[in-house]
Every structure is written in structure tokens, then in C-alpha cells.
């Protein structure tokens, strides 16, 4: 198994080969399952898969020797979470430090913290209704659908000029900005996780969320030079996008 480590560096990665002395206990080997975020000594890290992308770059081994290590957050990204961040390190060729932190904060304590104080799901019945875009206006009608909508603007300035401050302040919507602290940022994450979110209304530097039940993804001006992001990774937005739509089988809808 490999492991993302958010304490150690692994030459130019986080990324370790896990080794597990053979006289722990079988059940504490049980901890160490796919997607969980475990604790080891000072050291917290993330069980990515037994297979990765490009693993012969990836020489590094984390020795596990006292059996003293505990489970922080089991299941902590989702499978089709952990399928698009093994997806957007082959197709361009980056490291998962670069593609896990559009994903994450590398601050995991921080976000651990905020998972701890997360909303619980009582009480709170989400309002499952269709997004509707017509003329760049937008409006939601009262048909109900299954699952969160992702609604990709090409930029700040043309989200708010389009979406009434009405709508984004309905609870089961949320607008995710770049200029929101790391705790808004955390807080938000945890809520989309846990399904308390319908409607997200982002530009594309926030798409990469763990999502819930991701049932319909609506990109504006799907053309437009914006979406052309020019950072490790490098990758085009409308690319992703089909490939979310392809993994959370819901619907790509280009405006």
C-alpha cells in the first residue's frame, strides 16, 4: 500500500510505500485500509491504494514497526474522490502533493478540528431543486432532484453578477470563493461531504471537492480562456469536468 504523508516529504512527494512488520496484529493491519486517515506516532497520513500512478518514481518506505497508530477518520475521501486524484496525476503527468492539495488543506489538524465540529444532519432536510439557466439568469424551480449540482462560473465577477444574493444565502446553497479563510474553506468541505450542501456555485479553482452525491455539473462559457489553468497541473476545466461527470455518473450540462 502507498501512503500521503502531511508531515514528511519523500524527495520531491509525500508519497511512501508502506511496509508492515509482519508480527503486528492482524486487526491493527485493519486500520491501515484505503481512504482512511491514520495517525502514527507524530505523523498523520492518508492510504491512498495499493496501485498509483507512476509508482516506480516512488522508492520511499515508511516502516511501521510498534503497533501504537489509530484511525483519525475512516472512509476520509470518498473512492470516486480518490479515483480523480489518481486520474488527474496520469493524465498530466504530476505528483499527488501538487494534484491532493486543489483536494485538501495540508493543514490536516486544522481540518481534522473542523470535522470534529461538523453540523450534524438533524432537522436539516435539504431542498433537492433543479438549478435553471436561462439567459444568464438564474433561478431555481421546484422540481427535485437526487444528489448535489455543481454550477462552474468562469470567474468571480461574472458569479455575482448572474446569481441573486437571495439564493446564495438559502442554506442548502453555498458559494465556495477563493477569498474565504481556510476555516470557511474547511468548514464548507465538510459540509459538501456530508451532504448538508445541494448547490455549489464556484469559479473552477474550487471544484475539487469530496463529493457526496454529485448528480448534475452545469459549466458556463465553457470557452472562455479562464478555464485554461496554467499551475501544476496543468489542465483544462471543461477535461475535468467530464471525467467528474464520468466517475460521479452524473450529468454535464455546457452553457
Not at 491501515?32 to 497520513?45: M, P, R, S
Not at 511501521?64 to 475521501?77: Q, T, Y
Not at 498530466?92 to 450534524?120: A, C, G, H, M, T
Amino acid at each position: 500500500m502507498y501512503i500521503f504523508s502531511f508531515n514528511r516529504f519523500a524527495w520531491f512527494d509525500r508519497v511512501f510505500e508502506l511496509k508492515i512488520s509482519d508480527n503486528l496484529d492482524l486487526k491493527l493491519k485493519k486500520i491501515l485500509k484505503i481512504w482512511n486517515l491514520v495517525k502514527y506516532e507524530d505523523d498523520i497520513f492518508l492510504c491512498l491504494w495499493n496501485e498509483i500512478s507512476f509508482k516506480e518514481q516512488y522508492e520511499y518506505k515508511y516502516d511501521i514497526k510498534k503497533p501504537d497508530f489509530e484511525i483519525v477518520c475512516k472512509s476520509f475521501l470518498g473512492e470516486k474522490t480518490i479515483d480523480m486524484i489518481n486520474w488527474m496525476v496520469y493524465y498530466r503527468y504530476s505528483n499527488y502533493k501538487s494534484v491532493l492539495r486543489y483536494f485538501i488543506s495540508f493543514d490536516i489538524e486544522k481540518l481534522i478540528w473542523n470535522w470534529k465540529q461538523k453540523p450534524e444532519n438533524k432537522n436539516n432536510k435539504i431542498k433537492n431543486n433543479e438549478i435553471l439557466i436561462e439567459n444568464w439568469s438564474i433561478e431555481i424551480s421546484n422540481k427535485e432532484i437526487v444528489g448535489q449540482q455543481l454550477i462552474v462560473f468562469p470567474d468571480l465577477r461574472t458569479l455575482f453578477n448572474t446569481v441573486d444574493e437571495k439564493l446564495l444565502s438559502i442554506k442548502w446553497n453555498v458559494l465556495l470563493n477563493s477569498n474565504d479563510t481556510q476555516n470557511q474553506k474547511d468548514k464548507k468541505w465538510w459540509m459538501i461531504k456530508n451532504n448538508l450542501i445541494n448547490n455549489v456555485f464556484c469559479t473552477h479553482w474550487e471544484i475539487f471537492q469530496d463529493w457526496n452525491k454529485l448528480s448534475k455539473i452545469i459549466l458556463l462559457d465553457p470557452y472562455k480562456w479562464y478555464y485554461e489553468n496554467q499551475q501544476d497541473p496543468r489542465y483544462n476545466v471543461q477535461d475535468v469536468l467530464k471525467k467528474m461527470s464520468n466517475i460521479y455518473s452524473s450529468e454535464l450540462v455546457l452553457k
